[in-house]
């Protein structure tokens, strides 16, 4: 059985919301990681790649509202709030790096902290729809969070960012270290809820698996975009398949990642 149903899912919109950021500016005190960034995220999936302390991360949390940013984002032409409780209720959700689940509470407590702006009959409802679209995820109701493996926490994240009912969904690397059928299950359950009319945008360093699910997608090096475009030509642009996905990748992406280790993971997964 697969993690998600079979059917689309219900939690989620279907009003295709349309994400515009231009001139966005952002980083850490003093410390300007993102510099005027112009981007579209279109109904569908779009993908951000690049290398460790590219600013990936930054810029999902520059849409978060997790930091402070500079620049025009607009949601469906409407300028997007700056806080995160009023970017949650405009329809973003985050599933963040490292997944950031409670690991002492339980999949249903979780889920529940993701509906945590709405309602109470209408939490439960979208427990109950989340159940339906997570079956597995009903079998594990009342595990701790943090006694899963990290592929059925990464499902319990993903779940608990759809019981918010988001228009645009933001994921930042879901399949990091994953298993690859794990990858593959989750990157078409990715697929699928863009089909299914949330807009989503995806971080992420699985290249190639990233760019034959996604529609679109942008190269962020040293907090600059490098290179965007439908994913099927950028996954064929020279770019791409020089620096990722040439035959020197796992060697570029080695040495990568030992650059980045001082920042790397500072939020790591629970389990
Ligand atoms: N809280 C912080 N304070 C200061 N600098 C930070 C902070 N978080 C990240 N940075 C710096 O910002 C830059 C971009 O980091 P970011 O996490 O956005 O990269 P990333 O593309 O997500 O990388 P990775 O692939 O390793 O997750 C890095 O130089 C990093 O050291
Ligand atoms: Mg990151």
């Known amino acids: 059985m697969m993690w998600y149903r079979d059917t689309p899912f219900v939690l989620g919109g279907s009003e295709r919301a349309h994400l515009k950021v231009e001139g966005l500016s952002a980083g850490y005190g003093a410390f300007l990681v993102l510099r005027d960034l112009n981007l579209e995220v279109r109904p569908g999936l779009t993908v951000v790649l690049g290398p460790n302390g590219a600013g990936k991360t930054t810029l999902l949390k520059a849409l978060n509202g997790l930091i402070r940013r500079q620049g025009v984002v607009t949601l469906d032409g409407g300028d997007l709030p700056e806080k995160t409780n009023e970017i949650v209720q405009a329809g973003m959700a985050l599933v963040a790096e490292g997944r950031q689940l409670f690991p002492q509470m339980t999949v249903t407590e979780n889920l529940e902290l993701g509906g945590w702006l709405t309602p109470k009959a209408e939490r439960a409802r979208r427990l109950e729809q989340a159940f339906a679209d997570f079956p597995k995820l009903r079998e594990r109701a009342q595990q701790l969070a943090g006694t899963m493996s990290g592929g059925e926490q990464q499902m319990v994240a993903v779940a608990r960012a759809m019981m918010s009912a988001p228009r645009l969904l933001m994921l930042d690397e879901p399949s990091l270290g994953l298993a690859p059928r794990m990858v593959d299950e989750l990157l078409g359950m990715v697929r699928r809820i863009a089909d299914a009319g949330t807009t989503v945008l995806m971080v ?55 650059a980045g280790a001082a920042h790397r993971r500072p939020n790591a997964p629970t389990a």
Do not use: I
Not at 206 to 235: C, F, H, I, Q
């Open 204 to 258: 992420e360093q699985n290249v190639k698996k990233a760019l034959a699910v996604a529609d679109r997608g942008y190269v962020l090096e040293r907090g600059t975009l490098v290179a965007s475009g439908p994913a099927r030509l950028l996954a064929r642009s020279s770019v791409v398949r020089e620096a990722y996905l040439g035959a020197s990748s796992t060697v570029a992406h080695g040495a990568a990642t030992a």
